[in-house]
């Protein structure tokens, strides 16, 4: 995992629960703050995984990739 992203998270009620959100659709939760952190890192993960196999599946034939920073 590259770069820094903003998890929202909160207590409700017994279980902690969060969301990235410079990533829609990231969110987890947790029995702890520290297993929802977790779980969020987890989540991330795999949806940066998913979208790069995408986007590499996207591209026909010969393709370049770049390194963005905002």
Known sequence: MNGKYTAVVQQQG???IGWVEEVPGVNSQGA??????????????????M???????????????????P
């Open 14 to 16: 017994e279980w902690w």
């Open 32 to 49: 702890t703050r520290e297993e929802l952190l977790d779980n969020l890192r987890d989540a991330l993960d795999e949806a940066l995984e």
């Open 51 to 69: 979208n790069r196999a995408d986007a590499r599946a996207a591209a026909a034939g010969a393709y370049e990739e770049v390194s963005l920073s």
